[in-house]
């Protein structure tokens, strides 16, 4: 098996645009992770926890009530099935495990809808570390129940006050605690975001969602899939999803953001499908931002996708034209949530939500395949108004 | 000083003739806690004995600062502040001293590298220091800084390898700016250990002065890194004074500190 690199650009994307204090600790994170992906007892060791501990391989499920909704053939990848509900722990689990591999006792992460954040907390768990989450106050009234599930699983979750309240300041504030604790402390970020080598890192971890659906969808229906679809907040599911078919030229890749309450109401998390350029977070990518560089607010009923950053491969890949990025509203989000759960007895997460709406909006006879990001529970008070 | 020196050369006079243990430079967030009052502070500054002035741009997302700075830059984004605004507070303080930006990386890359840099230049700025862009990231940005005369000032960190010392020192231009600690800008109790070693590495590596910033608010820490440095950087200090009581205040501040270093 060949060995991509673990990228610093993607085209002119990405980079390292962070405090100086930062950068020995992205080398040695980038050496760690060129050493940890090659290391057969790491990788067994990660393999045996996925398996084991997490329930991978997640199943590549049909989806009769939403195959017949669209007139084709849907295939749902069950993330949602994966332990703590959501894609995030494939991620959580590898970087607690880089981190031990480091020396590094204390973690820090952030988290938005609070999926990332269980994650971690649940990993540092399993691995006796110490986990800190950072949390917009916002996204803690948002996300109650994933914040009891921190605490219960033993980790401390800390309020960020500042802006929106949302994943922005909470990545800020993640990021400003690692400047200031960088020896002891490894920052596990949740999405394909960040400076590098994190996208590279993060899409290594999250790989296994698209290679393993790919080996499944030609295992049970003798062919590739006509279209993929993944919702993108930071976009480490779809990255994920997307990459392994990436040299798969008949197969279409669809990422879709978040239109909020629309694209023409500044009141959205859709940069890839509107944004300029921008540094957010250490990284160049597509950013919403205004004239003279200030980053603006996101909006989304999804607290997951509520960013206004994405991650620089998915720039990469908007320019180079091999994937195309949609949007999709709060209201056909919403609605979509209520399609899923009547027709197929599955509750999505608000994120994957936005995938199945722009699903059923663009109906069509061939093959679908949707990565289903996660479980909704965590969404109740959101859905039912609350 | 001549109308045509550069900003280059009018940082290494303030170095060099500011007649104290250590040059001082105060920093102040430009358009904080709104433009006229952020050119009134930073006035009161240079008179109360700054030798150079380290003006913020504010951005949303400062990822080098503390909260004190923070907020100063949130509140002033609230009250109206742009980067042409603090341009023009510094195109008046620049006949008084020399003024080096601090501005992050994506102000300078929404302007384009080399706009933002021709604009500093006109507004009489003497150098810029991007906290978020590392010595890898800076090559383009400092090419177009020395086409106009200005200095790009990198940042050197307690974390940074005597390798990478070596490399920034080397591309530095106008002063190396040491950061004291491994955390954001704020108030600190005392110095940091292991500073003098840092700051001696950097003197082996580089031609220019060396200033030592983050975590210093006291006369005595002030004193205690002019017997190592060549400069003393005190921001959050004089931002929470310029927030609390004005130009005033500021003043009485860098006064303080002046006279610790004289």
């Known amino acids: 098996m060949s060995t991509p690199a673990v990228e610093r650009r993607f085209g002119p994307y990405g980079g390292r645009y962070v405090p100086e204090t930062l950068i020995p600790a992205l080398d040695e994170l980038e050496r760690e992770w060129v050493a940890a992906r090659a290391d057969p007892a790491f990788q067994e060791e990660l393999g045996r926890l996925l398996r084991d501990y997490a329930g991978r391989p997640t199943p590549l499920y049909r989806a009769p ?136 890192l993060v899409r290594d971890l999250q790989r296994v969602i698209g290679d393993e659906a790919r080996a499944q969808v030609r295992e049970a229906a003798g062919r590739l899939p006509d279209r993929v679809i993944a919702c993108v907040g930071g976009g480490s599911n779809a990255i994920g999803t997307f990459i392994p078919f990436a040299g798969d030229a008949e197969v279409e890749l669809i990422g879709v ?117 996660g479980r909704g529970d965590k969404d109740l008070a959101e859905v039912l108004g609350e | 000083m001549s109308v045509a020196s550069t900003g280059v050369d009018r940082i290494a006079s303030a170095f060099a003739g500011h007649g104290k243990r250590a040059a001082l430079m105060p920093y102040l967030m430009g358009g904080f806690p709104d433009q006229e009052a952020s050119l009134a502070a930073a006035e009161a500054a240079a008179d109360a004995g700054a030798d150079l002035i380290e003006l ?64 500093a230049a006109s507004a009489g700025a003497a150098g810029l220091i991007v906290p978020d862009m590392p010595h890898d990231e800076s090559g383009e940005l400092r090419a177009a800084c020395d086409a106009e005369g200005i200095a790009l000032v990198p940042l050197v960190a307690p974390t940074s390898t005597p390798e990478r010392i070596a490399e920034i020192g080397a591309d530095a231009r106008g002063f190396v700016y040491a950061v004291s600690l491994t955390g954001t800008t704020g108030e600190r109790d005392s110095v940091a250990e292991g500073l003098a070693e840092m700051v001696a590495r950097i003197r082996d590596a580089a031609q220019v002065p060396v200033a030592v910033g983050f975590g210093i608010s006291t006369g005595a820490q002030a004193r205690a890194v002019a017997e190592i440095a060549d400069g003393v950087i005190v921001g959050s200090r004089i931002v929470r004074a310029a927030g609390e009581g004005g130009a005033a205040a500021v003043g009485a501040v860098v006064e303080e500190l002046a006279s610790a270093l004289s």
């Open chain 1, 65 to 200: 009530g939403l195959s017949a909704a669209v007139g084709g053939d849907v295939w749902l990848k069950r993330e949602d099935l994966l332990h703590t509900g959501s894609h995030k722990l494939n991620n959580a689990l590898g970087q607690a495990l880089l981190a031990k591999r480091m020396g590094k006792p204390r973690v820090i992460a952030e988290t938005g809808a609070g999926q990332h954040g269980v994650a971690s907390a649940t990993a540092c768990a399993l691995l006796g570390l110490e986990c800190v989450v950072y949390m917009g106050a916002e996204d803690m009234r948002r996300q109650r129940p994933n914040v009891q599930r921190m605490r219960l699983l033993g980790a401390e979750v800390r309020s960020v006050d500042a802006g929106a309240r949302t994943l922005k300041e909470a990545v800020s504030a993640a990021i400003r605690d690692w400047v200031a604790n960088v020896e002891t402390t490894h920052y596990v970020i949740g999405s394909a975001v960040g400076p590098a080598p994190y996208p590279a």
């Open chain 1, 257 to 373: 953001e978040a239109a909020g309450e629309g694209l023409d109401t500044m009141r959205h998390s859709a940069p890839l499908t509107t944004g300029a350029r921008g540094v957010l977070h250490g990284a160049l990518s597509a950013v919403l931002q205004d004239e003279e560089g200030q980053i603006l607010e996101a909006h989304s009923v999804s607290a997951g996708l509520d960013y206004p950053g994405s991650g620089p491969e998915h720039a990469f890949l908007r320019d180079s034209g091999r994937v195309r990025y949609v949007a999709v509203s709060d209201e056909d989000a919403l609605a979509a949530f209520g399609t899923v759960a009547r027709l197929e007895g599955i509750l999505p997460a608000l994120e994957p939500a936005h995938a199945i709406a722009w699903l059923l909006a663009h109906p069509d006879p061939g093959l679908s395949l949707v990565t289903l990001s």
């Open chain 2, 56 to 119: 913020g741009i504010p951005f949303s997302d400062p990822l080098a600062d503390g909260p004190v700075i923070h907020d100063a830059a949130t509140r002033a984004l609230a009250a109206g502040a742009t980067p042409y605004g603090v341009l023009t507070v510094c195109e008046r303080l620049a006949e008084r001293l020399p003024v080096v930006l601090m501005v992050y990386a994506n102000a300078v890359l929404a302007a384009g590298v080399e706009a933002f840099a021709l604009r």
